[in-house]
């Protein structure tokens, strides 16, 4: 069964500190991994896009690493803002069937406190 | 510059009322999705349209009905709400397989 499991669920950090979060996926036949970010009340907006030949990919404060080989990805934050508080959604996309079949972890919900 | 808009943001059903979401999109994109979102579950996929003029059933179809009215815009529709039917929708929509998806604002629906 195609799954996704995110880690931690919850993150507390002060604003500043750098936090990584964790994805791990069992997903057949992977086309890509995908990192979104969703505001309370708000629909996830896309920060990477990863397919299998690339393991690292930056946008902004934001670095996200894919290890085909263990099936685990992990998203960097540095220097957090306040801004950055919302929940981090780690999403892979299986190949096939004729459209954007994709698989959604339950998300990270992280808190960044002054 | 829109991106995927739906309709409404709100609202509170009775328990076999019927409703439809509505969704558009302005960017030219073929692939239409609508997801609902539950507390401590991922999004999880509920019909969608490849292209205009076609839908398929996704993983949690049962009591919902697609229309894609034309490349723009896809319909959900519930004909006859139920409890377990509570949820956040978004629509979301795609170029095509492997591209960006881009997610409406979403629609809070409560069924009492």
């Known amino acids: 069964k195609n799954q996704v499991e995110q880690s931690p669920q919850s993150l507390i950090i002060l604003e500043g500190k750098n936090c990584t979060l964790q994805c791990n996926y069992t997903v057949s036949p992977f086309s890509n991994l995908r990192w979104y970010k969703q505001d309370t009340g708000r629909g996830p907006v896309s920060l990477t896009i990863m397919t299998f030949s690339e393991n690292t990919k930056s946008n902004g404060r934001y670095t996200a690493t894919l290890d085909a080989d263990t099936k685990q990805s992990s998203l960097h934050i540095t220097a957090s803002q306040l801004s950055d508080s919302a929940s981090y959604i780690c999403?892979?996309?299986?190949?096939?069937?004729?459209?954007?079949?994709?698989?959604f972890g339950a998300g990270t919900r992280l808190a960044v406190h002054p | 510059n829109a991106g995927v808009t739906q309709t409404p943001k709100f609202q509170v059903l009775k328990t076999g009322q019927s409703m439809t979401l509505q969704c558009a999109q302005d960017?030219?994109?073929?692939?239409m999705y609508w997801y609902r979102q539950d507390p401590g579950m991922g999004l999880r996929l509920i019909y969608y349209s490849a292209s205009e003029g076609t839908t398929d059933k996704g993983e949690v179809p049962n009591g919902y009905n697609v229309s894609r009215l034309n490349k723009r815009e896809f319909s959900l529709r519930l004909e006859s709400a139920a409890p377990s039917q509570t949820s956040v929708y978004f629509c979301?929509?795609?170029?095509?397989?492997?591209?960006?998806?881009?997610f409406g604002q979403g629609t809070r629906l409560t069924v009492v």
């Open positions: 979301a929509s795609t170029l095509g397989t492997g591209a960006e998806a881009f």
């Open positions: 960017m030219n994109h073929n692939s």
């Open positions: 999403v892979v996309g299986a190949r096939g069937g004729g459209y954007n079949k994709l698989i």
